[in-house]
C-alpha cells in the first residue's frame, strides 16, 4: 500500500512529483522517494520517513530541468521501511528505474531464477526483483520496454500498480495496473501518473483510470497507448471528467484533515442523500436499487461485508435494515468470511461497504461471493476505485475525500446511504408505512443540521480530553443502534491516541468488562432518550456504584443522566435509527483532542494506512 506519481512533459518534474507524494502521503508514509531524468542519466534519492524528510535530503542536488521522473511514497510489505528498500528501484544495469504499489507473492521464486542468472539484489523488496525481471526479459528478447513490461507481468503473481522508464528511452514511460489503483491525466503534450487524482488535479481534470490487467505506454509525443496485459489486445480508455477540486483535497483551514472532514458531515450526509431522497414527493431513488429491486425484493437475507469503521457502519445497517425492511442481515468481518466456507446462495444479497473501494479482504470477499452466484452491492466512496468496479451495482457515499486515516464522514455517510436502501426497500415490501416512511426522510432531512449542533459541543469535548487523557484504558458503552457506536468511538480512540480502548454493548458489562471499574476508569456511555434508555440508566448507576466515571452522551435536555454522570455531552434529538448519525459526533471529537494533548499524529497514525490493499 503506497502511493506513486509521475510526470512527463514541458514541465519541470520534481515539483509536480514532491507536491502529488504529500497528498498520496494518507497511502503510506514511512519511506519516500524520487527519480528524474535529468537529460543524461537518472537521479534518484529516497529516504526512510516522509516526504517532508525526502524534500529535505533531496535539497539544491536535484536537476530541476528535468521534465520527466517517478516518485513513490511507501507503506512497506516485503523488508522494513529504510533507505534502501525505499522505491525507486534500479535494475542491475541501472537504465531501468521502478515504483510499484503492491506485493508481488511470488517474488522469492522469480528471484531465485534471477541470481541463477546472475542478478544481485541490494534490498529486500519484491519491487526489486520486478524490474530486475523487466531488465533480464528485455535483454534476452531484445524488445522494447512495454513489451517486456508486458511479458515480464505474466510472469507475476500477486497485485500492482507500476510506473517504470528506461533513461535510454526518456520519452516514454510504462505503468500498469492490477489490483492496485493507477489513474493517468492527460493535459496538452504532457502526462500525469498517480495512485489517484489528487497530485494532477490543478492541472488537468481529464484522466483514464486503468483497469486491473490493463498497462500503457505513455509517450511525450505519441500519447497514451493502453493495451490488455494478457492477450497483447488495444483498449480505447475511456477519459473521464474529473468532478474533484483541490480545494476538497487540501485541509482548507483546518489544523489536521481529520478535524476537516469531522466538520464537514453536515455537508457530506447532504450531498449522499441530494438528488436521491425527496420528502415532499415521498420519494427516494437510487439507481442501483431501481435496477435490481426484484433481487432485492427476492433476497432471503443481505449479509454485509467490510472491515474497520465499515464494518461498523455494517453492523448499524443490520439494525436499519431488521428494524425497517424486515430482511434479515448477517454482518461479517471481510478478513474472516473470505477464508470460511460460507454459505452462500443466489438468493442472497451481498452488500461490500468501503470508503477507499480498494481494501483487499473486502475485494476478495466480494469475488468470493460472486463465485458462488450471490449479487453483491457495494457501497464505497471513492469513485472509480476497485470494489466500486468489481460489484453488480452499488451507491457511492459521495462523501469527497477522506485523508485522515481515520474515518470520520466515510462512517456516517454510509450510514446515510444504508439507510435510504433501507427505507427503499421497506417501502417496496411494504413494511413501513407511506407515513412513517414521509417521516424518516423529514427526520434524515434534518439531520446536517443537527450534526451541526452536535459538533458545538467541540470546546466542551475538549474540557473533558484534557481531564482524561492520561487514562491508561477507556470503555465504550451503548446498546442497540448505539452500540456499534460504542465500537467506533473505541476505535477512533486507540487508533489515533494509542490509549487502549473497548467498545461492548451495555448489557454485556455485567459479563466481564465490569471487573476492570475503578475510579480511573473513564466510561463513555451513548444514553440517548431513543433507544433502551431506562436500561441504559441502570447500567450507569452499576457503574457509578463502582466509582468508574461516566461520560454520557445524552438527548438535549436529560435530566436523569446528567443527575449520575461526570460529565454529559448533548446531541439533539431524533428518531431511533438515526441516532448513531449524531452520537458519533462527540465520541470522534474526543478523541481528536485526546490524540492532539498527547501530541500523535492525528492524521497519520503510526502502523496504520489510508487504503488497505494487503491482506
Ligand atoms: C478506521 C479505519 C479503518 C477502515 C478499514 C476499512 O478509522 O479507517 O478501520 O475503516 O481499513 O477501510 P475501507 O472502508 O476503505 O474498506
Not at 410 to 425: D, K, Y
Request: net charge negative; proline share 4%; glycine share 8%.
Amino acid at each position: 500500500m503506497c502511493g506513486i506519481v509521475g510526470y512527463i512533459g514541458h514541465r519541470e518534474a520534481y515539483p509536480i512529483i514532491l507536491k502529488g507524494l504529500k497528498r498520496l502521503e494518507y497511502r503510506g508514509y514511512d519511506s519516500a522517494g524520487i527519480a528524474l531524468f535529468d537529460g543524461n542519466d537518472i537521479k534518484l534519492s529516497k529516504t526512510k520517513g516522509k516526504v517532508a524528510d525526502l524534500e529535505e535530503k533531496v535539497g539544491k542536488e536535484i536537476p530541476t530541468s528535468a521534465t520527466l521522473g517517478i516518485g513513490h511514497t511507501r507503506w512497506a510489505t516485503h523488508g522494513v521501511p529504510n533507505d534502501v528498500n525505499s522505491h525507486p528501484h534500479y535494475s542491475n544495469s541501472g537504465n531501468l528505474v521502478i515504483i510499484h504499489n503492491g506485493i508481488i507473492e511470488n517474488y522469492e521464486s522469480l528471484k531465485k531464477e534471477l541470481i541463477k542468472r546472475g542478478y544481485v539484489f541490494k534490498s529486500d523488496t519484491d519491487t526489486e526483483v520486478l524490474v530486475n525481471l523487466i531488465e533480464d526479459v528485455k535483454k534476452n528478447e531484445n524488445i522494447k520496454l512495454g513489451k517486456a513490461v508486458q511479458i515480464a507481468l505474466n510472469q507475476v503473481i500477486g497485485a500492482y500498480a507500476i510506473a517504470v522508464f528506461d533513461k535510454n528511452k526518456p520519452n516514454e514511460i510504462v505503468v500498469a495496473r492490477l489490483g492496485s489503483p493507477l489513474a493517468i491525466g492527460i493535459g496538452d503534450d504532457e502526462f500525469f501518473i498517480a495512485s489517484d487524482a489528487s497530485p494532477f488535479i490543478e492541472y488537468t481534470k481529464n484522466a483514464i483510470y486503468l483497469e486491473d490487467e490493463e498497462m500503457a505506454v505513455i509517450r511525450r509525443d505519441k500519447g497514451v497507448k493502453v493495451r490488455k496485459i494478457k492477450d497483447d489486445s488495444l483498449v480505447d480508455p475511456y477519459v473521464q471528467e474529473l468532478q474533484l477540486n483541490l480545494e476538497q483535497i487540501e485541509k482548507g483551514g483546518y489544523d489536521h484533515f481529520m478535524l476537516k472532514e469531522i466538520f464537514e458531515q453536515p455537508s457530506a450526509i447532504r450531498d449522499t442523500f441530494r438528488g436521491r431522497m425527496l420528502p415532499n414527493e415521498g420519494i427516494i431513488k437510487m439507481s442501483g436499487i431501481e435496477d435490481n429491486m426484484k433481487t432485492f425484493l427476492n433476497a432471503n437475507r443481505i449479509i454485509v461485508i467490510a472491515c474497520g469503521t465499515s464494518w461498523h457502519a455494517g453492523l448499524v445497517s443490520e439494525y436499519i435494515f431488521e428494524d425497517l425492511a424486515r430482511i434479515p442481515v448477517e454482518v461479517e468481518y471481510a478478513s474472516e468470511f473470505r477464508y470460511r466456507n460460507p454459505v452462500i446462495t443466489d438468493k442472497d444479497v451481498v452488500i461490500a461497504i468501503s470508503q477507499s473501494g480498494e481494501t483487499a479482504d473486502t475485494l476478495a470477499a466480494i469475488k468470493l461471493a460472486k463465485s458462488r452466484g450471490a449479487f453483491v452491492f457495494g457501497v464505497c466512496n471513492v469513485v472509480g476505485s476497485s470494489i466500486a468496479r468489481e460489484t453488480d451495482a452499488g451507491a457511492y457515499t459521495h462523501a469527497g475525500p477522506e485523508i485522515g486515516v481515520a474515518s470520520t464522514k466515510a462512517f456516517t455517510t454510509q450510514i446515510t446511504v444504508l439507510t435510504l436502501i433501507a427505507l427503499r426497500l421497506a417501502r417496496a415490501k411494504g413494511t413501513i408505512s407511506s407515513s412513517e416512511f414521509r417521516h424518516h426522510m423529514i427526520e434524515l432531512e434534518l439531520i446536517p443540521e443537527k450534526v451541526k449542533k452536535a459538533l458545538e459541543s467541540d470546546a466542551y469535548v475538549k474540557t473533558i480530553a484534557d481531564i482524561y487523557k492520561n487514562s491508561k484504558n477507556f470503555l465504550y458503552l451503548g446498546r442497540g443502534y448505539n452500540f456499534p457506536v460504542a465500537l467506533e468511538g473505541a476505535l477512533k480512540l486507540k487508533e489515533i491516541s494509542y490509549i487502549h480502548a473497548e467498545g461492548y454493548p451495555a448489557a454485556e458489562m455485567k459479563h466481564g468488562p465490569i471487573a476492570l471499574i475503578d475510579e480511573n476508569m473513564p466510561i463513555v456511555v451513548i444514553a440517548t432518550k431513543k433507544g433502551h434508555y431506562e436500561k441504559v440508566v441502570s447500567n450507569i448507576q452499576e457503574i457509578k456504584s463502582r466509582k468508574g466515571k461516566i461520560i454520557g452522551i445524552v438527548t438535549e435536555g436529560d435530566e436523569q443522566v446528567r443527575a449520575l454522570a461526570d460529565h454529559v455531552i448533548e446531541v439533539p434529538e431524533t428518531i431511533e435509527s438515526l441516532t448513531p448519525l449524531l452520537t458519533t459526533i462527540p465520541l470522534q471529537l474526543l478523541s481528536y483532542h485526546i490524540a492532539l494533548m498527547l501530541e500523535k499524529n492525528v492524521d497519520q497514525p503510526r502502523n496504520l494506512a489510508k487504503a488497505v490493499t494487503v491482506e
